[in-house]
């Protein structure tokens, strides 16, 4: 049996690994068939009394482990917890790879990589441009290797998508010195735009060759521009700090205040760092929560109120500008925790856009779509509500390099 063939049926494992949780989705490959996610779970609270659990495809809780108080689990002891629940439930199918989500490629890697000493030493090299997630994406990475050395595992990159982007998109105005260390835009969500962009064609054939702007509005939230489904231009740039209000971190922000807030409020670097990423956005404006349904439920609060309206007011600016960087708007796409579950807030948005040509349907956004307006897409423009699903982008490119390493072996 060839490579190729022989790594066609078993087991995937996909992780996506942040600081302070782990996200897990185990798929189950059988030959010519797409992978089928059979469980999915997370370990939450990592650093303290971490909480497991996982969940069969139907929703019904098949496993779930609490550390006791007082106890500071890290990423290593998370993912024996994961090894020693996954391990009977193979039931004699091998674990073919692991596949995961890496926020940064940087210039040189626009593709899933198969991962070796080479690749991983480069990875790691770029934690400097993603401090706050990109070592916590690569210590699974070590860990799987020290203890399943010949686990293929395979790195997809939230960067990739945005990687063609044009220079005069990609480029700050900053000398070229600085330009060329690597500060510029890189673009994140990538893997969920990817699917998005995957899924266009059976929505509607309008939408595949044309322009749209898709809104991934979760925890973390940016707009992408897609011309034919490539990236034009997207919201988030250097870092997953810029673009839109999120729900605990600002969005593009005046380079000016940081210095304000290092000089004049005698913030060191690092507190800084920690108030735009975790105490601004939704929370920060807020002051109550950076759950938009918490926000939704107590929004008669004039504070409450106000967070809202600028989160909302920050989409449809942001909307503007990349319609401009398309040359006009076919469609917009909302995904994510918000985008495929605030009504309140796609409606918000779309009234926003009513300049742009979209007529809101207001009975259909209540179901959540999936079409939002009225018209016939193919002559409007046209709103859409697409779950996206980011663990199966990740098992496709692990299956894709698993079978390129098959037909080069
Ligand atoms: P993450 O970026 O962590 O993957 P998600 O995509 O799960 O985040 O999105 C989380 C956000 O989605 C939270 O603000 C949450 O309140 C919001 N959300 C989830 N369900 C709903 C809902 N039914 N209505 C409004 N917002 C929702």
Not at 174 to 198: D, K, M, N, W
Not at 249 to 254: A, E, H, W
């Amino acid at each position: 049996m060839s490579g190729a063939a022989s790594l066609q049926q078993g087991l995937l494992l996909v992780l996506n690994a942040g600081s302070s949780s782990i996200k897990f989705s185990v798929f189950d490959v059988q030959a010519g068939q797409a992978p089928a996610e059979c469980f999915h779970g997370k370990i939450e609270g990592l650093g303290g009394a971490a909480y497991f659990i996982a969940k069969a495809a139907d929703g019904a809780v098949v496993g779930e482990h609490r550390w006791a108080k007082g106890a500071s689990v890290d990423h290593q002891q998370a993912l024996v917890q994961l090894s020693e629940w996954l391990s009977p439930r193979l039931e004699g199918r091998p674990l073919l790879a692991c596949g995961h989500r890496v926020v940064h490629g940087g210039r040189d890697y626009a593709a899933p990589v198969l991962i070796d000493d080479k690749v991983l030493a480069d990875l790691e090299a770029l934690c400097p441009l993603a401090p706050l997630h990109q070592p916590h994406n690569l210590s699974p990475i070590r860990a799987i290797r020290e203890h399943l050395p010949n686990l293929p595992q395979v790195a997809c990159f939230d960067t990739a998508f945005h990687h063609d982007q044009a220079e005069v998109v990609a480029q700050f105005a900053l000398p070229q010195s600085v330009t060329q260390a690597g500060v510029r835009r890189y673009g994140f969500h990538g893997l969920s735009y990817e699917y998005i962009a995957s899924v266009l064609p059976r929505l509607h054939p309008r939408l595949a060759a044309g322009r749209v702007v898709v809104a991934h509005l979760g925890n973390g939230a940016s707009l992408c521009a897609m011309q034919g489904g490539r990236s034009v231009a997207s919201t988030m740039g250097f870092s997953a700090l810029d673009g839109l209000a999120m729900g605990t971190r600002c969005g593009t922000l005046d380079a000016g205040v940081v210095f304000h807030l290092l000089r004049e409020l005698k913030l060191t670097p690092e507190q800084a760092e920690h108030m735009l990423y975790h105490d601004s956005g939704l929370l920060g404006m807020s002051g109550v929560s950076n759950d938009m349904r918490e926000l939704r439920a107590r929004a008669d609060e004039p504070q409450v109120r106000l967070a809202l309206d600028i989160y909302v007011h920050r989409i449809v600016r942001e909307i503007g500008s990349m319609a401009a960087a398309l040359g006009g708007l076919d469609a917009l796409i909302f995904t994510a925790g918000i985008g495929e579950n605030g009504v309140a807030t796609r409606a918000e948005v779309l009234e926003g856009c009513r300049w742009l040509g979209f007529k809101p349907d207001a009975a259909r956004n209540a179901q959540n779509g999936p079409c939002l307006t009225e018209g016939d897409p193919a002559l409007v423009p046209s709103a859409w509500v697409v779950p996206t699903d980011e663990e199966g982008m990740l098992a496709r490119h692990v299956l894709e390099v698993l079978a390129a390493r098959g037909a080069s072996n």
